[in-house]
């Protein structure tokens, strides 16, 4: 009987069971740790974000994989999860965007327009007929001189972070930021943590794996794939010796 109750808590969208928790949202949490990691550093001069971009499939163009992404001259946003879903958020973050421009003849402030996105993503847990989005963002951009950068998960709920991380491996990469983000890091030390942190959780990553963009006092800077691998190989981040698990066919 216990199992049934359960299950029909499982199936509402936006019931509470009886431990105050509603299910549909931890499962879209899920979904989000999931999907390849994006990682958003604030320094002292800029955002950096980050992202894990792997092709699923040799065939598949590698540009045609976006998880960073303009929302205005002066913010961009980086996700984690499904691809749909977070494509669906981006494009309401950016009428939002657009629409505050048009109505107040002014930029959206930072944590204004996370908060757009979070009110929008709560309405989606309670609600029938809908189903929580299975997508995480990170918001980073400047507002009134300053580099800013919030996080919003499937919940609604919108925080501001120094450092953070979504999707998978995130506890692994956060364990690194808390050990090695300051407050004097500058942008170039912020592009170098996260990418460090992004090699550290996946020794098979690879320059042509990740996307890389800055939102600092002069815009939204998206880093071409030749920048990247150069900086990849600045920061020693790849190493050219063989495993010694190479010639072992045997194993997954």
Same mark, same amino acid.
């Given at each position: 009987?216990?199992?049934?109750?359960?299950?029909?808590?499982?199936?509402?969208?936006?019931?509470?069971?009886?431990?105050?928790?509603?299910?549909? +949202? !931890?499962?879209?949490? !899920?979904?989000?740790?999931?999907?390849?990691?994006?990682?958003?550093?604030?320094?002292?001069?800029?955002?950096?974000?980050?992202?894990?971009?792997?092709?699923?499939?040799?065939?598949?163009?590698?540009?045609?994989?976006?998880?960073?992404?303009?929302?205005?001259?002066?913010?961009?946003?980086?996700?984690? %999860?499904?691809?749909?879903?977070?494509?669906?958020?981006?494009?309401?973050?950016?009428?939002? &965007?657009?629409?505050?421009?048009?109505?107040?003849?002014?930029?959206?402030?930072? #944590?204004?327009?996370?908060?757009?996105?979070?009110?929008?993503?709560?309405?989606?847990?309670?609600? *029938? %007929?809908?189903?929580?989005?299975?997508?995480?963002?990170?918001? %980073? *951009?400047?507002?009134? *001189?300053?580099?800013?950068?919030?996080?919003?998960?499937?919940? *609604?709920?919108?925080?501001?972070?120094?450092?953070?991380?979504?999707?998978?491996?995130?506890?692994?990469?956060?364990?690194?930021?808390?050990?090695?983000?300051?407050?004097?890091?500058?942008? @170039?030390?912020?592009?170098?943590?996260?990418?460090?942190?992004?090699?550290?959780?996946? !020794?098979?990553?690879?320059?042509?794996?990740?996307?890389? &963009?800055?939102?600092? =006092?002069?815009?939204?800077?998206?880093?071409?794939? /030749?920048?990247?691998?150069?900086?990849?190989?600045?920061?020693?981040? +790849?190493? @050219? =010796?063989?495993? @010694? /698990?190479? @010639?072992?066919?045997? #194993?997954?």
């Amino acid at each position: 009987m216990r199992g049934n109750d359960q299950q029909a808590y499982d199936r509402g969208t936006s019931l509470f069971s009886p431990d105050g928790r509603i299910y549909q +949202v !931890e499962y879209a949490r !899920e979904a989000v740790s999931r999907g390849a990691p994006s990682v958003g550093v604030r320094t002292t001069d800029g955002v950096v974000l980050a992202a894990q971009a792997q092709a699923s499939s040799s065939l598949m163009e590698s540009e045609s994989i976006e998880k960073l992404h303009k929302l205005d001259d002066h913010v961009g946003t980086a996700s984690a %999860g499904h691809v749909a879903d977070a494509r669906q958020l981006i494009d309401y973050a950016r009428r939002m &965007a657009q629409g505050n421009r048009l109505r107040y003849r002014e930029p959206v402030g930072v #944590e204004t327009l996370t908060k757009y996105i979070t009110d929008h993503i709560q309405e989606n847990t309670q609600r *029938g %007929g809908t189903r929580p989005y299975g997508a995480a963002l990170l918001i %980073g *951009g400047f507002e009134n *001189g300053q580099p800013r950068l919030f996080g919003a998960d499937p919940s *609604g709920t919108p925080h501001e972070w120094k450092a953070t991380a979504i999707g998978g491996s995130r506890q692994q990469i956060q364990e690194l930021l808390e050990d090695e983000w300051s407050e004097e890091l500058t942008l @170039d030390d912020g592009i170098g943590l996260a990418l460090r942190a992004l090699f550290d959780a996946n !020794e098979e990553l690879t320059h042509d794996d990740v996307s890389l &963009a800055t939102v600092s =006092e002069s815009g939204y800077t998206a880093f071409t794939a /030749d920048e990247i691998a150069e900086l990849v190989e600045e920061l020693d981040l +790849v190493s @050219d =010796e063989p495993t @010694d /698990d190479a @010639d072992d066919t045997d #194993e997954e």
